[in-house]
Every structure is written in C-alpha cells, then in structure tokens.
C-alpha cells in the first residue's frame, strides 16, 4: 500500500520547526516554497545484498532524524534496491509518528535500464520479457545500449518507483541524464524526445503522480556550448514553456558540484539574455532548483585538504569530509547539497553540520573569487 501524500509548504515548515534552536540559520532554505536542508542524503553506490539495503533504510531514517529531509534515488540505483531501502525507512518513520509524509521531498530518476534487484541469469532475456515483449520498449527506443526516455518508458519506470518507495506521489521525478541521448541522435530529434518526455511528465503530475520534474545529469550542464552532449537550461525550459505554458512543473536540476568540479559555479557556459552565465546563476534567474550531487566526489575530496581551504570552511570541523560538504551547502545558489551515505556512523559525522553557521558570503567571495 501506497502512502498518500506529497511534501508541502506547511509539512516542510513543520519540519523545519522541530530543529528551532539546533539548525543553524541556512540550513533550512526556501525554494518553490518547500523548505529544504542544505544536506540531502543520496542512495547511489553500494552492493546489491541485503545487507546494503538494512544499512541503507538506517542511514536513511537516522538522516531524516538528524535534520535532513531531502532523499535523492533513483530506479537503476543498485538495481532497485535503494528506492526499496529508502520506502523502508519512510514507512518505519512516519509508522512510529516520528514524520509525516509532507514533510520529507523525495525524488526519484528514470532513463537508465536495470534488472529488478540482481543479475538476471540471462540479461537479455530478462529485458525481452519484461519490457520489449510487453512493448514498453522498442530496439530503436534504447541509445547506447543502456538509455531510454520514451512517454510508455517513463511511465513504466514511475509505477515501479512508486511502488518500490511505497508512495503515491513522488515529489521530484527527475530524467536521469538525458544527455545520454544526444550520443546517438541529433539536438532537433533530442529535443522531440525531451517534449515527448515532458508532455508525459506533466500527465504524471496532473494525475497526481509527481509533483514536478527536471533534469538530473552528469556532464551536460558542465560543458562548452560547443559539446555535442551539452545542455542549455534555457533551451530545456523552452520547451517546458512550450509543452505546458508558463505553468509549466520543470523546476529542479541536478549536476554534480563539488571542490573538484566547481563548474557550476565559475564556468560561464549557459546562454540566457544574450549572455553567457554559470548555471547556478542561470538557474537562480530562472526560479529552478539545484541539487548538488557527488558533493563528496565518493570520498575523493574528503581528505587532505589545503590548509588554506580548511581555514576558509571551517577550522573548528573535525573532518575534511565536512569541510567539503560545507563548501557545496554553503555555495550561492545550491538548493540541497546531495551525499550519499549508507552508514549511521558517517550519517552522525557529516550533519553535525546541521548545527554550522554556513560560511559567510564575504569569505566565499575572497577565497573562491579572490575579491
């Protein structure tokens, strides 16, 4: 069974309200009017065992307990597993009265093939009788073996999210990197595909399915206009506004973001105006909202750090791994820093955060600005 509901105005207040006096000023922050933690928790590394999915359905609940109340997932995480982990550990919360169902945004992506919970003895197989012959996809429908964003594919994909989250409505249905597809076809026959995507996505919405959508990506948003698998914000809103006027329901992004990879910041790579600006700025002009995915980069920035940096984010934090996360949460522009975590222990470290000022706007620009 299905919980009924979706994160609200009032919901994410609410929850919001329970950390008065231990969240920091800015570790709550409005957007669209939900109220979203400056730490989201991600599900997307791990091992396809059960012994994965336990660890993750307790980091999940001991995060929504610590203050975060942004779940990122997605169906091809670990074949299915992480969705069913994190709608373990909604189901045992909101059970218990320790949260309610509008307090919570949880988002989920679809684009990527994937089994249902292990290797199948015979992959192929496994495809042609769950999806090919069923004809939810056609051969010419899959772009580099792996991809897919038809209107019957989507649809698919989200009934098997709802149901392995055990929600009705998901808050953020997110195209899992639709670059992908600009390997194999044209930017015009990218974008019929995008409106075909969005005209099926504003379906799910007005079914009551999602609440609203975006692009999830890896390298589109991050590269030079000249890239073949680039990505223009504006050009992608376009087609929102084109599909569903200007009550349009694409409202989120996500590209990863982090020491190693500021390009969102300081990357000056997306046509809006007449001008060319950095996306976070793009998106702030445009009312979209950022997650930051990989802040972490899977521990490649979480230790080491210049002793300079360490200054500038924090001094007084114990780990480098915060100090890294401090600089996406804390960066102009970022709605919800994403970290995967699947262990109590690094779910206590990192969101002793919760309670850290944010760095001050003066020293980011002095010390990533240099003004």
Same mark, same amino acid.
């Not at 957007?31 to 730490?39: D, T």
């Not at 090919?132 to 429908?141: I, Q, S």
């Not at 989120?252 to 060319?276: G, I, K, R, T």
């Given at each position: 069974?299905?919980?009924?509901?979706?994160?609200?105005?009032?919901?994410?207040?609410?929850?919001?309200?329970?950390?008065?006096?231990?969240?920091?000023?800015?570790?709550?922050?409005?957007?669209?009017?939900?109220?979203?933690?400056?730490?989201?928790?991600?599900?997307?590394?791990?091992?396809?065992?059960?012994?994965?999915?336990?660890?993750?359905?307790?980091?999940?609940?001991?995060?929504?307990?610590? @203050?975060?109340?942004?779940?990122?997932?997605?169906?091809?995480?670990?074949?299915?597993?992480?969705?069913?982990?994190?709608?373990?550990?909604?189901?045992?919360?909101?059970?218990?009265?320790?949260?309610?169902?509008?307090?919570?945004?949880?988002?989920?992506?679809?684009?990527?093939?994937?089994?249902?919970?292990?290797?199948?003895?015979?992959?192929?197989?496994?495809?042609?009788?769950?999806?090919?012959?069923?004809?939810?996809?056609?051969?010419?429908?899959?772009?580099?073996?792996?991809?897919?964003?038809?209107?019957?594919?989507?649809?698919?994909?989200?009934?098997?999210?709802?149901?392995?989250?055990?929600?009705?409505?998901?808050?953020?249905?997110?195209?899992?990197?639709?670059?992908?597809?600009?390997?194999?076809?044209?930017?015009?026959?990218?974008?019929?595909?995008?409106?075909?995507?969005?005209?099926?996505?504003?379906?799910?919405?007005?079914?009551?399915?999602?609440?609203?959508? @975006?692009?999830?990506?890896?390298?589109?948003?991050?590269?030079?206009?000249?890239?073949?698998?680039?990505?223009?914000?504006?050009?992608?809103?376009?087609?929102?506004?084109?599909?569903?006027?200007?009550?349009?329901?694409?409202?989120?992004?996500?590209?990863?973001?982090?020491?190693?990879?500021?390009?969102?910041?300081?990357?000056?790579?997306?046509?809006?105006?007449?001008?060319?600006?950095?996306?976070?700025?793009?998106?702030?002009?445009?009312?979209?909202?950022?997650?930051?995915?990989?802040?972490?980069?899977?521990?490649?920035?979480?230790?080491?750090?210049?002793?300079?940096?360490?200054?500038?984010?924090?001094?007084?934090?114990?780990?480098?791994?915060?100090?890294?996360?401090?600089?996406?949460?804390?960066?102009?522009?970022?709605?919800?820093?994403?970290?995967?975590?699947?262990?109590?222990?690094?779910?206590?470290?990192?969101?002793?955060?919760?309670?850290?000022?944010?760095?001050?706007?003066?020293?980011?620009?002095?010390?990533?600005?240099?003004?």
């Amino acid at each position: 069974m299905e919980l009924a509901g979706f994160a609200t105005p009032e919901g994410t207040a609410r929850y919001r309200e329970r950390f008065a006096g231990h969240a920091a000023e800015g570790h709550f922050r409005q957007q669209n009017g939900l109220w979203l933690s400056s730490v989201g928790i991600g599900t997307y590394l791990g091992a396809h065992d059960d012994e994965t999915d336990e660890r993750y359905a307790r980091a999940v609940a001991r995060a929504l307990e610590l @203050g975060v109340n942004v779940v990122d997932t997605a169906i091809n995480y670990r074949f299915q597993r992480s969705e069913r982990s994190v709608g373990a550990a909604l189901g045992a919360l909101i059970e218990q009265g320790k949260l309610a169902r509008d307090e919570v945004i949880v988002a989920s992506k679809a684009g990527f093939l994937t089994f249902d919970g292990d290797y199948p003895p015979d992959p192929a197989a496994y495809f042609q009788e769950h999806y090919f012959r069923p004809g939810v996809l056609r051969t010419e429908d899959v772009v580099a073996g792996m991809h897919c964003m038809t209107p019957r594919y989507l649809e698919d994909q989200l009934e098997r999210s709802r149901r392995n989250l055990g929600l009705d409505t998901l808050d953020v249905y997110f195209l899992h990197n639709p670059e992908t597809q600009l390997q194999a076809v044209p930017r015009a026959e990218f974008l019929s595909r995008i409106r075909a995507a969005y005209e099926k996505l504003e379906e799910c919405m007005a079914a009551g399915k999602i609440r609203c959508y @975006g692009t999830a990506t890896w390298d589109g948003y991050r590269q030079s206009p000249r890239a073949r698998d680039f990505l223009s914000l504006e050009e992608l809103l376009r087609v929102a506004t084109e599909v569903a006027g200007a009550n349009h329901h694409f409202r989120c992004v996500q590209l990863p973001y982090n020491l190693a990879m500021p390009e969102a910041l300081l990357q000056a790579n997306q046509p809006l105006d007449s001008e060319a600006v950095p996306l976070l700025e793009a998106a702030r002009r445009l009312g979209i909202t950022v997650f930051a995915s990989a802040s972490l980069l899977q521990g490649q920035v979480a230790r080491n750090l210049p002793d300079d940096l360490r200054a500038a984010l924090g001094p007084d934090l114990e780990t480098d791994a915060q100090r890294a996360l401090q600089f996406v949460r804390s960066t102009p522009g970022v709605g919800t820093a994403l970290v995967g975590m699947s262990r109590v222990a690094h779910v206590e470290e990192n969101l002793r955060l919760v309670a850290q000022p944010l760095v001050s706007a003066e020293t980011f620009r002095r010390v990533f600005f240099r003004e």
